[in-house]
């Protein structure tokens, strides 16, 4: 990769971690970050695990990620 390429490389290297996380490290906890319905999966994900039932992962939008679209297309 080229010295040009690095800044965008970490760019968008920080806005997926800004804008998305996965749903196996998400619960209930999370609610304002992710809202109720990724929450909940995320709470699913790792309770349903736990009892040998398999539940597909995923990612969540963040809250932040919906704002910033609203924001920037106002």
């Given at each position: 990769m080229c010295d040009s390429c690095?800044?965008?490389?970490?760019?968008?290297?920080?806005?997926?971690?800004?804008?998305?996380?996965?749903?196996?490290?998400?619960?209930?906890?999370?609610?304002?970050?992710?809202?109720?319905?990724?929450?909940?999966?995320?709470?699913?994900?790792?309770?349903?695990?736990?009892?040998?039932?398999?539940?597909?992962?995923?990612?969540?939008?963040?809250?932040?990620?919906?704002?910033?679209?609203?924001?920037?297309?106002?």
């Open positions: 690095q800044p965008c490389s970490e760019a968008i290297r920080y806005l997926v971690c800004m804008f998305t996380t996965d749903l196996k490290n998400t619960g209930l906890k999370d609610l304002p970050l992710v809202g109720g319905k990724n929450a909940s999966l995320g709470e699913m994900i790792s309770t349903l695990e736990k009892k040998g039932i398999k539940v597909p992962g995923g990612f969540a939008i963040t809250s932040e990620a919906w704002w910033e679209v609203i924001y920037s297309n106002h």
